[in-house]
């Protein structure tokens, strides 16, 4: 399982993983964890930003901490999601979370499986990104 260096729940996040399963701690430039990412890494894991009621939509926000890469390379991605940071749609969550004031340089918004259709012109779900998200949604105490 692949992990970033930081985010919310990350020593929580590592201290499970070493319990239970090898852990790739994203700590090198990418060209470093290539082949392992692409060739031995089950899952990565991630935090969300939030959430989109409305389209079901997870939002993401990469950092150094916590690459894109970690939600779009393995076959399986882990989002782990506060309930609290649901919001009905995009716009009031951008309000609620003050986006004026620091927006992202990369943001990713994940609604559903890939669709591609550069191939033969024929439409094709599920070329790109992971095979499989899971998504635990954790009760704010």
């Not at 993401?60 to 076959?75: D, F, K, M």
């Not at 990369?106 to 033969?120: E, R």
């Amino acid at each position: 399982v692949a992990t970033g260096t930081g985010g919310e729940f990350h020593n929580e996040i590592s201290q499970a993983l070493t319990e239970h399963c090898e852990q790739l701690s994203f700590d090198k430039p990418f060209e470093y964890l290539k082949e392992e990412l692409f060739n031995e890494v089950d899952a990565g894991i991630t935090g969300c930003h939030g959430a989109i009621a409305a389209t079901g939509t997870l939002v993401i926000w990469p950092s150094a901490l916590e690459p894109r890469t970690l939600s779009l390379v393995p076959p399986c991605h882990i989002a782990i999601l506060k309930a609290s940071t649901l919001h009905t749609n995009l716009p009031t969550m951008m309000e609620d979370q003050h986006w004026a004031n620091h927006l992202p340089t990369n943001l990713l918004l994940v609604s559903g499986p890939s669709k591609t259709a550069d191939i033969q012109q024929t439409l094709a779900y599920g070329a790109h990104g992971p095979k499989q998200l899971l998504v635990l949604i954790l009760e704010d105490i």
